[in-house]
């Protein structure tokens, strides 16, 4: 035996680091472990991905999508692994709005899904495979958001709808509310109003910090994985469905330090409570503008009678004016603009209650828009929503 120790101690120290950087770091050895194919993202796709959002964080270029409009926009982005059922009903909301508003639409490459024409008509992105509770809704979600960023400066507010939402009012309500109105917002303070007018606006998406298994969501990927970039006490959880500001579209698109913890995977008996899409969001958001975002979201659903983990499904025979009343109703906005979910043969019903809708005229909206730019100047609202200007080639 020479002076250099026992011939096992080298052989020990390795397994007792192996097993160190298990306990620490599990995120290290998780690629080990076998994964669904389908809720894992291939490095090509990592990579493309990472091409894209790089474009899009520089604020630079444009796709073939583009709008050469000068008014401010609402992206409607679309995330679905099925048919848009409900086109029908979508084509009446932006009937005649066409200068207000962007589509795209992120579906699933596995499905075959028909594009429906009319206003969908070229609006497909290149879109990945997706699973459900899986880190490939968040990917699916930051593409949608970095195309829309890419193809049209004028677009200001970027709302996330998937194939089961509708509308609860019309296309003039759900603009004058997001853009115009400076008392949709039931949240707001004083000094975000001046004259009747918004000075200053905000994402609406839910940041939830109490939960009761909010302990399992965060350690649902290991004990200490999530450190030290995201600890307990900034971990939130909130609705996926959001309308976001172009600045936090620009947030969310820019990140790379909180995305290499939220794409890690879920494991044994917590994988149950992993929603990485209802994770990564809140909890982005909430660490870089808590005061930026209002904290609910705009999309009414209805988790009392929820099977399996997905709320409440309207069927047609539910459908009534008395039920969309009833979702629009809010303690914390004008209204809820959109819900979830309804059956795909839904549409019909929907479809007569839209035709008697009785909303406010387009005279009101374009009213509010002149008024503004002439308290604001031709640039002053684009600057209140982080959109430049027609002259501005860069973000600010």
């Not at 509708?166 to 109003?193: C, R, W």
């Not at 007018?197 to 994985?225: C, D, M, Q």
């Not at 043969?345 to 005279?363: F, Q, W, Y």
Request: a positive charge.
């Amino acid at each position: 035996m020479n002076g250099n120790g026992p011939p096992f101690a080298v052989p020990l120290v390795l397994l007792l680091s192996v097993a160190l950087l298990f306990l620490f770091f599990p995120e290290i050895l998780s690629p080990l472990r076998p994964l669904p194919p389908q809720s894992q993202i291939s490095p090509a796709d990592e990579l493309d991905d990472l091409a894209l959002l790089t474009r899009a964080s520089s604020g630079g270029g444009a796709s073939h999508l583009s709008s050469s409009s000068n008014k401010l926009k609402i992206a409607f982005l679309f995330l679905t692994n099925s048919d848009l059922h409900f086109a029908p009903l979508w084509q009446k909301f932006f009937r005649n709005r066409r200068s207000l508003f962007s589509i795209y639409v992120h579906a699933d490459p596995s499905v075959n899904v028909t594009p429906p024409g009319g206003v969908f008509d070229g609006r497909f992105i290149p879109s990945k495979r997706t699973s459900r509770a899986s880190p490939t809704l968040i990917s699916a979600t930051r593409r949608l958001l970095a195309a829309a960023l890419l193809d049209d400066p004028a677009n200001a507010y970027f709302a996330l709808l998937s194939q089961y939402c509708v509308p609860l009012h019309s296309f003039d309500y759900v603009y004058g509310s997001l853009i115009t109105n400076p008392k949709f917002d039931l949240s707001d303070t004083p000094e975000s109003i001046s004259h009747g007018v918004r000075l200053s606006y905000r994402s609406y998406i839910e940041i939830l910090e109490e939960s009761k298994s909010l302990w399992k969501r965060y350690t649902a990927r290991g004990r200490f994985a999530m450190l030290p970039e995201v600890q307990f006490d900034q971990f939130r959880v909130g609705s996926q469905f959001f309308v976001l500001t172009r600045r936090h579209a620009l947030t969310v698109v820019r990140d790379r330090r909180l995305w290499r913890k939220f794409r890690l995977p879920c494991y044994g008996e917590l994988k149950s409570a992993c929603y990485p899409e209802e994770h990564y969001f809140p909890t982005l958001l909430s660490m870089k503008d808590p005061e930026g975002c209002t904290r609910y979201t705009l999309t009414r659903v209805n988790w009392t009678d929820s099977v399996g983990g997905h709320p409440r499904t309207y069927g047609p025979t539910e459908v009534s004016s008395e039920l969309i009343q009833e979702l629009r109703l809010s303690n914390n906005s004008g209204s809820y603009l959109f819900a979830r979910k309804f059956s795909p043969d839904s549409p019909k019903p929907l479809m007569k209650i839209a035709d008697k809708a009785n909303e406010r005229s387009t005279e009101i909206v374009e009213f509010w828009v002149d008024y503004i730019r002439v308290v604001f100047g031709k640039s002053g609202l684009g600057e209140a929503l982080s959109v430049p200007t027609d002259h501005e080639a860069q973000e600010p």
